[in-house]
């Protein structure tokens, strides 16, 4: 039975579930998969996590759509990147098969909790890889729990898809070109929670980080990668320091599928004058649209939309990737995964 809950009124906080997933790894191996009814952890206070970082997750969703079934986007590549953040931070790689049978029994055992299609909303998966081992000293893990843990989350524009301001922050980098900007890290978050609370208090929706090293070209705005649009083109930054988004890759396949040109290279920030649409990507919104860009250093506006309204551009790969997710236009590349119906 779907509950009976008021879709229309999630945020993106925590709304209880009924079950989540865990598998330890302790002796080189991973154990066997656990249901467990339980939203707590029982953790040693010396777990290395807790101290020292050892910490990594991913964030993806599960789409109720138009034909019964509920459909999970991608998560193939959520495997991929976590194993790319465990080599980046010493921890043991989850296989692909492990994580994609724990994601799928997440989301089957609360399917009652994926929203109606039509209230917009989503199931949001969190699949998160600590290290537990108790230790003082600094040194990696060698236990380890991963879990898979589902919440339902609102639709990210509750007014509709439109486009919103964004700032341009020096005083704080959110990770360094040879740190572990790339590597989905609780650390990195921590890193940002500054800018983002000043970009808020000053009214924008988001912070937009420069790289680090020379303040010269664009990295990445908030938890989202960024894109412009100019002549036919999709263009995103190169950078070390950035993470490698998933949306922003389907939406770089899409742009090609319908015959833009895409680059994927460094942005200086005056090029910004020159993009006739900008975005900032990621699972949450899919895409949300820059209205403008202020950087206050310099007192220059990069505006993108002077009404609110998404660029025509924005809006067809918005459509385009929303119906591939939901099931309604052919996913020719394989992307999802029907896990119930
Ligand atoms: C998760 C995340 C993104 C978006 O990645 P998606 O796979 O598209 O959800 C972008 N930047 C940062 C810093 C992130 O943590």
Redesign the pocket.
């Known amino acids: 039975m779907m509950k009976d809950l008021d879709w229309s009124n999630l945020s993106f906080g925590y709304l209880p579930t009924d079950y989540n997933v865990r598998c330890y790894y302790c002796n080189g191996k991973w154990g066997e998969i656990e249901i467990c009814s339980d939203a707590y952890l029982k953790l040693h206070m010396a777990a290395i996590c807790l101290h020292y970082g050892q910490a990594a997750f991913e964030?993806l969703k599960a789409y109720r759509c138009p034909d019964g079934r509920i459909r999970v986007f991608r998560m193939d590549e959520n495997a991929a990147r976590l194993q790319a953040t465990g080599r980046g931070i010493l921890m043991p790689e989850v296989p692909t098969e492990l994580f994609e049978e724990m994601v799928t029994k997440a989301v089957r055992l609360n399917q009652d909790y994926v929203p109606t299609y039509e209230s917009g909303a989503t199931l949001y998966i969190r699949p998160l890889l600590i290290g537990t081992t108790a230790h003082v000293g600094i040194r990696s893990s060698e236990d380890f729990v991963f879990i898979v843990f589902v919440t339902p989350v609102g639709p990210y524009f509750k007014g509709g898809f439109a486009a919103n301001p964004y700032v341009i922050i020096r005083d704080y980098d959110r990770s360094a070109p040879l740190g572990t900007g790339m590597y989905?890290v609780g650390g990195?978050y921590a890193a940002s929670l500054r800018a983002n609370s000043i970009a808020h208090e000053k009214g924008y929706v988001s912070e937009f980080y420069l790289d680090a090293k020379e303040k010269k070209y664009i990295d990445?705005c908030g938890?989202?990668?960024f894109f412009g649009i100019k002549d036919n083109t999709y263009i995103t930054p190169k950078s070390t320091s950035?993470?490698p988004?998933?949306?922003?890759k389907s939406l770089m396949q899409i742009a090609t599928d319908i015959g833009m040109n895409v680059e994927c290279r460094p942005v200086p920030v005056e090029e910004l004058s020159t993009f006739e649409e900008a975005g900032a990507?990621?699972?949450a919104a899919v895409i949300s649209p820059i209205s403008y860009i202020d950087d206050l250093d310099t007192g220059v506006r990069y505006t993108f939309s002077k009404d609110g309204k998404p660029g025509p551009i924005s809006t067809k790969l918005y459509n385009h990737l929303c119906a591939i997710q939901y099931g309604i236009e052919e996913d020719r590349h394989g992307w999802t995964k029907i896990v119930v119906g």
């Open positions: 964030g989905k990195n990445e938890a989202a990668n950035i993470l988004s998933i949306t922003n990507c990621g699972t």
